[in-house]
């Protein structure tokens, strides 16, 4: 362990939503640290193929395994939808390298997917002029997510494509072992209860982050609710194709993957009997759950996705071109009828759950990002 382990665990936390854009939550990465960045490649040929929750799944999936195999040691992550980004230790480097090769293979022997893994050291990030910031927002009693900005992470995810050679983690290594418990990706898509899920991209052209804490503002005074996952449209009931995505990525023994869909078939039935009592282990979960998603962050980009009618979406956009004409923002937007919800449980009472929109959400998103590019952004997807 270096002194600088504990960077992430000692972060102070903030609370409320408007904080993402105030500087004084933000604090430097040590020097010592790497980014460790995965996506999978041909992320849009697996959209349009309908494979998008696959995707999904092993972005997931990387950081998981990361998390299981660091043990106590806390880390900031971000899922960007066909992918993650890690900031850890580079002393963690082999233990992190290991997990990540292990995904990677189980990846390509379940899912015939090709999940690119690299680390980039915050080192040669500074050298080229970025820096890499984050802040811990806390979702709920011992639940946060992190927050990145800075630019670092867009110089690294260019230096992992431009010059992937030095910087791939799977190159001359063999395959690995690892685990994925804590993954649940069996959730049904999740429809609106308005006319759809929106998916936004959203990066100010200035480096002033209060940017961001006012497109918050503006966003919220049109949408007031834009929460995406409610009590009210959660579906309690698993898709098959989703569930044997998890279960696929978790063991490839015959014997436990029975096992393993007879105690979920046990635990569905439980939680849709007990889901409307108040006070039930079910009620809780799923109250919590609403609670505890990224379904609106900070990853050098501002991303959310929020439930709209099609009037609000109409006055986003609107809000959004204005700001874009006047060279202020460059955004990217994607509609879909329902979102995605893959799941990390911690344990009993902490548990995170990490929102994509539908059809190719956050990956479309980028796509459509006007007057722009991603190498110049340093997109994934």
């Known amino acids: 362990m270096t002194d600088s382990s504990d960077f992430y665990k000692d972060l102070p936390v903030f609370k409320q939503v408007a904080q993402i854009g105030d500087a004084r939550q933000y604090r430097e990465v040590p020097g010592d640290w790497m980014a460790f960045l995965t996506d999978v490649r041909s992320s849009t040929q697996a959209i349009l193929d309908g494979r998008y929750k696959q995707v999904n799944t092993v972005g997931m999936a990387a950081i998981i395994a990361a998390h299981n195999a660091y043990g106590n040691l806390d880390f900031p992550y971000v899922f960007t939808g066909d992918g993650a980004t890690l900031l850890a230790p580079a002393s963690h480097k082999d233990r992190l390298r290991d997990a990540l090769l292990f995904i990677k293979a189980r990846t390509r022997e379940e899912f015939g997917l090709e999940l690119r893994i690299a680390a ?82 959203i990066r100010s052209v200035s480096d002033d982050l209060g940017d961001y804490s006012g497109i918050i503002e503006e966003i919220h005074a049109i949408v007031p609710k834009p929460k995406p996952v409610k009590p009210s449209n959660l579906p309690v009931k698993w898709s098959l194709q989703f569930l044997w995505n998890e279960i696929k990525l978790k063991t490839s023994d015959w014997a436990l993957q029975i096992s393993l869909t007879l105690l979920i078939g046990l635990f569905t039935i439980l939680v849709r009997k007990y889901r409307h009592k108040k006070g039930s282990a079910a009620e809780v979960y799923i109250s919590e759950m609403s609670v505890n998603t990224d379904f609106l962050k900070l990853d050098d980009f501002l991303k959310m996705v929020i439930d709209v009618l099609n009037e609000q979406k109409a006055l986003i956009e609107a809000l959004f071109e204005r700001k874009r004409e006047e060279g202020k923002i460059v955004y990217g937007a994607h509609l879909s009828s329902h979102a995605l919800m893959t799941c990390f449980i911690k344990s009993e009472g902490k548990h995170v759950h990490f929102i994509d929109g539908g059809d190719g959400g956050y990956v479309l998103a980028a796509k459509h990002l006007r007057n722009s590019s991603q190498a110049e952004y340093g997109m994934r997807g």
């Not at 050298?127 to 984050?134: D, H």
């Not at 946060?144 to 030095?166: N, Y």
């Open 120 to 201: 980039v050291p915050v080192a040669r990030v500074r050298e080229l002029g970025g820096r890499i910031l984050v802040a811990k927002q806390e979702l709920s009693p011992g639940v946060s997510i992190a927050m990145f900005s800075g630019d670092g992470i867009a110089i690294a995810t260019r230096l992992m494509k431009e010059e992937e050679a030095s910087y791939d983690l799977a190159l001359g290594a063999e395959d690995s072992q690892g685990d994925v418990e804590g993954l649940e990706c069996r959730w049904n898509a999740i429809h609106a209860e308005r006319d759809g899920m929106l998916t936004l991209i």
